[in-house]
């Protein structure tokens, strides 16, 4: 037995399972009613196979987290996302105490399925629920109810899993400050470790967006949002959720250590369609296409590209990429790490602009020195990050020189 | 010199006048058919109007000459110039001199229509030039025409005879060859004695970047050759002509001589179209004529706005640009000023608003300039308490109440012709622009002519917009200039967050101030985005307050999800947020779109 002394770099891993069982009215993401069971094979077939080719690449990582999203993943034949799993675990080092996730639509659960997930390694459960008001879950067209999502709820304890993500949503058609309250009051009662609360976007390609105007009108306005918002973050604070980041809650000890990854510009893998990856100062994603993507990876072949972006992040990039991410938890950019890491400092870089910001009452510096954004300013966060940041501390110069 | 006189007896020098849209442009292009020079295929649709912006809007902005040799079916061969007048009460001067440079007009009067404002004051100009008047009524291939009924208006309120006048469609080229019969025989040659000194007379110059300055005359008396030194009367400057010639259709053509009674062009390396004023006379260095010609006067702004480029960045090119369009209009003015608001720009001076809105439109379009035009602004006289008087074109240099003793302001006679129906609410209009109604002719039973006395700052802003929305587009307009008055004038500050942005400064009748302070307080509520602050905008008379409104903090703008770690979708929304940015004028410490800058100023109808 050997000891490593110089720990391992540490990775996520991300797979995307672009299927789900019916499309939701707001959903943007790269998701699909799937043809049948064969073809969602095929799919995992070819992931195992794209992550296969990056096993080496990542022989120098030891992952600890892992988070299959969607889409919906447990909308895969329960066979199929057995395998998926066993092939991650035997692909890439996982720590022994990995966090393990996988998205869980209410209603698409049983407990054979759950049961089984834990014991082979998934650890963490998200449950996409959304709304406690019925109401307001059949104008997203959810498929499930409050008593289904009550009812799978308690599948997954009885599975045994013991961090549980429950995903609401704010800004819903028909939904009123009182009426998310409720919901907000129902899922604490019912304690998760983790609660997600996203706004939400009307993206272009929805039926949302389709029905703009109409959408918009049984929509709360910009002021109750704002009001809605800055008084949950207050409630669930109160129940024993701080909030973390601008749109994650969890109980002490339970935020979603994938998730960080992101915001702490730390390297993460994403496999499957449109997935998106940091890995060796580079960020790049794959092809949304999936019959595409299965042929890429089907044939050796082929001509097909799998990657769709590649944007290798410059230095001066990062630092904005580091702000912009930063700013995102409640704990904020600690100055001395800025400076460590780039060399320069955060205040004399941004102060005159932070200080506007600061005395309005959108950020604070703690006592421990670090800046960070109050919910009255993450809610404006793009308004604030546009104007503190530089262009160069955006975009990319790679290829336009 | 009887072959002289015969050859002066052949010429014809008319102009064409008429309303707006009364189809001048198109009797001008089936006339230049009848031309040798431009065969039928080569006709572009309204030749005369050299622009595209003249094409499009259908007016004509600067005035044109073109020489036409006319074969009559008698088989007599005339010289026919043709000159062409601009269309528009701001350009009034230069149509008086170029129908100065005429013996006879075609007044044309759309037979639908019947006489209009500006029919009446063209009409006006050309008998105070003791024109020969050929009315011509036009359009009667519409199904609404009534030529006879036309015919009727025209001897009842010109007082000219029109039975029997040429009725045609200059758009179908029914009955032209009645107009040429008629400007052959009605039209008077011209006199002159090509031996007397010289004397012409300057109706239009152009900027050619090879020859200089194009100036485009009618010899009056005397006889002008290439080679000739000639001289400015106004200015007594002096040149030595280098071309001398007449105007085709297609372009000059040297002739070197031209003689009294004629009309073409003369160039003698002038750089400065400003040396080259409309209604000058030009005459010989060595020979000068007696007295210059009647009429010229200096031509003056009578609307200021100051013009800034949207993009602080581009104000070189804004100069170059105003410089270009200087080249060839001697009417327009500019100098460099600043504003706190909008940074650097100009001070410019237009003959009217429609002069103003050419002017910024061939700077977007031929110069490709983003630009913000503040609101139009007359000029105010102020008699000061220390007893000096200062001319006042820029709200922000409007002196503080203590240090005036009067303010004056321009005062315009205006003229409106409408149906009887719409009279009621043009006079109230008028009424509300602070009118003073002087009286009232009916010129049949439909129709009626208004007189009113009423103040230039109040046409400025949409008069015409609002003239046109009460009378469903049938009222027409003409003013003139009518002296300064003693009024009752304030400045209207506004403040955002406090601060004035000077840039919106302008001057009011006080019992307007009111009223017009709410009105663009709440357009600014509109037009400015929520921002992260509150922004108080306030509209105050020197330090008191007289409207409010609030535009509340924005409250959301946010990406609440970052899905599966795309970090680049997140940096895209930014960088794309920080361009909007980019683009933004700080107004104080209020950010506003150059978009909604211009909303603000474009008040719209009342």
């Known amino acids: 037995m050997s000891f490593d002394l110089i720990p391992k770099k540490r990775l996520g891993l991300y797979v995307h399972i672009p299927f789900c069982l019916s499309k939701c009215a707001y959903c943007d993401f790269n998701s699909a009613v799937p043809e049948n069971d064969e073809f969602m094979g095929r799919y995992v077939s070819a992931v195992i196979t794209h992550m296969n080719n990056y096993r080496d690449a990542a022989k120098e990582y030891e992952v600890d987290t892992v988070f299959i999203g969607g889409g919906t993943p447990t909308a895969l034949p329960k066979a199929e996302l057995i395998r998926l799993i066993k092939a991650i675990k035997k692909t890439f080092n996982l720590t022994r105490y990995a966090e393990f996730t996988v998205e869980a639509n209410p209603a698409t659960v049983t407990l054979p399925l759950l049961k089984q997930l834990r014991r082979i390694g998934v650890n963490r459960l998200s449950f996409g629920m959304q709304s406690a008001n019925n109401r307001e879950l059949k104008a997203l067209s959810r498929r499930h109810t409050r008593q289904e999502f009550i009812e799978s709820y308690r599948l997954a304890r009885r599975a045994g899993f013991d961090n ?41 390609g929805t039926p949302f967006y389709k029905n703009l105007k109409a959408v918009r009108e049984v929509c709360a306005d910009e002021d109750t949002e704002y009001a809605m918002y800055t008084e949950a973050i207050e409630f669930l604070e109160r129940r024993g959720y701080p909030q973390y980041e601008i749109s994650n809650f969890a109980r002490h000890g339970f935020p979603c250590i994938h998730n960080l990854k992101y915001w702490n510009c730390e390297e993460y893998l994403g496999f499957g369609v449109s997935a998106h990856s940091y890995f060796n100062g580079n960020r790049f994603s794959f092809i949304s296409d999936v019959k595409k993507y299965m042929e890429a990876l089907e044939d050796i072949e082929t001509d097909i590209p799998l990657t769709d972006e590649f944007d290798p992040v410059e230095s001066r990039e990062r630092m904005g990429e580091y702000i912009m991410l930063r700013m995102r938890l409640v704990d904020g950019l600690d100055p001395r790490a800025f400076a460590a890491k780039f060399g320069v400092s955060f205040e004399e870089t941004y102060g005159a602009k932070l200080k506007k910001y600061l005395q309005g009452g959108f950020m604070v510096r703690y006592n421990n020195g670090c800046y960070a954004l109050t919910p009255g300013g993450m809610f404006v966060s793009n308004y604030i990050l546009s104007d503190i940041l530089e262009f160069d501390d955006l975009c990319s110069y790679s290829g336009s020189f | 010199m009887s072959e002289f006189i015969d050859k002066q007896k052949k010429i014809r020098n008319f102009s064409i006048i008429a309303h707006i849209d009364h189809g001048k442009s198109t009797l001008a292009d089936r006339i230049l058919e009848f031309s040798d020079t431009v065969a039928k295929r080569d006709m572009e649709e309204q030749l005369l109007d050299n622009m595209d912006l003249e094409r499009e809007r259908g007016i004509t902005i600067k005035a044109r000459a ?15 110039n043709l000159i062409d007048t601009p269309g528009h009460v701001d350009f009034n001067y230069e149509v008086s001199r170029s129908l100065n440079a005429c013996e006879g007009a075609l007044l044309v009067v759309d037979s639908t229509q019947g006489i209009e404002a500006q029919t009446l004051a063209n009409a006006y100009l050309a008998v105070d030039s003791n024109l020969e008047i050929v009315p011509v009524v036009n359009k009667i291939d519409l199904p609404s025409a009534d030529p006879d009924k036309v015919r009727t208006e025209i001897e009842d309120v010109i007082g000219i005879p029109a039975e029997g006048c040429p009725a045609v469609s200059a758009k179908t080229g029914l009955n032209i060859q009645d107009v040429m019969d008629a400007i052959v025989r009605d039209v008077p040659a011209p006199t002159g004695d090509p031996d007397a000194p010289l004397k012409c007379l300057i109706f239009d110059s152009v900027y050619n970047s090879y020859l200089g300055v194009v100036v485009y005359i009618r010899v009056m008396d005397g006889t002008l050759r290439a080679g000739d030194k000639i001289k400015l009367m106004s200015t007594g400057a002096e040149f030595e002509t280098v071309e001398v010639g007449v105007l085709d259709p297609f372009g000059l053509r040297s002739t070197g001589v031209l003689s009294a009674g004629e009309v073409g062009y003369v160039t003698a390396s002038i750089k400065s179209i400003g040396d080259t004023q409309v209604g000058d006379t030009v005459t010989h260095a060595e020979r000068p004529a007696d007295e210059a010609l009647p009429g010229f006067k200096q031509v003056q702004s009578m609307v200021y706005a100051g013009i800034y480029p949207a993009d602080g960045s581009k ?17 327009f003015t ?9 940074g650097f720009g100009f001070r410019c001076g237009f003959l009217g608003l429609l002069h103003m809105e050419i002017i910024e439109e061939r700077l977007e379009r031929e110069f490709n300039l983003d630009l913000i035009t503040t609101a139009p602004s007359v000029i105010y006289k102020i008699v000061k308490t220390n007893g000096e008087t200062v001319d006042v074109d820029n709200p922000t240099n409007y002196p503080s109440p203590d240090e005036i003793d009067e303010a004056l302001e321009p005062m315009v006679a205006a003229s409106i012709i409408t149906p009887t129906d719409y009279v009621g609410g043009l006079m109230d209009l008028c009424q509300d622009r602070r009118g003073v109604f002087i009286d009232m002719k009916y010129l049949d039973t439909t129709r009626v002519e208004l007189h009113y006395k009423l103040p230039l700052n109040e046409i400025i802003y949409d008069f015409f917009d609002a003239l046109k929305s009460r009378s469903r587009g049938y009222a027409s307009l003409d003013y003139e200039l009518e002296g300064y008055e003693t009024s009752d004038l304030v400045k209207l500050d506004f403040l955002l967050n406090g601060e004035i942005v000077d840039a919106l400064t302008f001057i009011v009748h006080r019992e307007k101030a009111y009223a017009r302070a709410r009105k663009i307080a709440e357009k600014l509520k509109e037009n400015i985005p929520r921002q992260l602050f509150e922004i108080p905008i306030q509209a105050a008379i020197g330090s008191k307050v007289i409207a409010r409104e609030t535009v509340k903090a924005m409250r959301k703008d946010v990406l609440a999800k970052c899905y599966g770690g795309d970090i680049t979708r997140k940096k895209k929304l930014l960088e794309k947020q920080k361009e909007g940015k980019k683009k933004m004028r700080q107004l104080g410490s209020v950010e506003v779109s150059p978009e909604a800058f211009m909303a603000v100023l474009k008040l719209g109808d009342e």
Request: glycine share 2%.
């Open chain 2, 334 to 342: 500019f100098e460099p000023e600043t504003s706190i608001a909008l």
């Open chain 2, 315 to 331: 104000y070189n090119e804004t100069k170059d640009a105003l410089e270009k369009l200087r080249l060839n209009d001697a009417a």
């Open chain 1, 164 to 204: 549980i993500n429950v995903d609401v949503m704010f800004g819903i058609p028909y939904q009123t400050f009182d009426s998310l309250m409720k919901t907000l009051d129902f899922v604490t009662r019912l304690s998760p470790e983790h609660i997600s609360m996203y706004n939400l976007k009307i993206e272009p």
């Open chain 2, 66 to 80: 073109v020489r036409i040799d006319y074969t009559a079916p008698d088989g007599e061969e005339y010289i026919l």
